[in-house]
């Protein structure tokens, strides 16, 4: 691995991501990583990525995290979380990573419009901005909310806004009203 100390969680991630590639598994980077991409610079202390798995294969992964050295924690949630389980990734250094066996609303074409990102001389796929700003604006915290305002306005016309109202509607009518609502700010 290639973590040496604490607040290391995105090159905990870079170890996980060869292993995905490695099985074949899609996947693209969310949170606060995400965030840096589309234009929001803050701290965070874990790194997280979608997966385009389910519970069942997030179990088969555990497996493989585990007999390559990774602390593994796997959490299943219940029939109406939007997140049907997440593998919690460790080192001894605290970093972590989250890998969530994908996401309600969130469509599989998804994977294939992540960017691939530079980091650290290896490559990231994470996810892409109209499909960030759709998912922020489901999340709906307030951090969330300022994430996919920051997206569009740092990307301005290049946003497919048609795109992010689709998708937005893949979440449910709420994410839609919202995402229509941000964009009169």
Known sequence: MRTRGPGESALLLLDAAALL????IPYAVI???????????RASNDADAVLSVNAAGLRQLDKKFL?????TQLKTSGFDDPIPAVL??????GNKVDLLAGLRGLESAAFSRAVIVPFDGEAL????REDFIAMKVFAGGPKDMADALTALRVAGAATDLELV????RLYGKSTLEAFERMLKQ
């Open 21 to 24: 590639a490695d099985e074949g």
């Open 31 to 41: 949170g606060g990583l995400a965030a840096a991409v589309h234009g929001s610079i």
């Open 88 to 93: 919690v990734l460790h080192d001894g250094y």
């Open 125 to 128: 796929r994470v996810i892409g």
């Open 165 to 168: 109202r689709r998708l937005a």
């Open 67 to 71: 007999a390559a050295g990774f602390q």
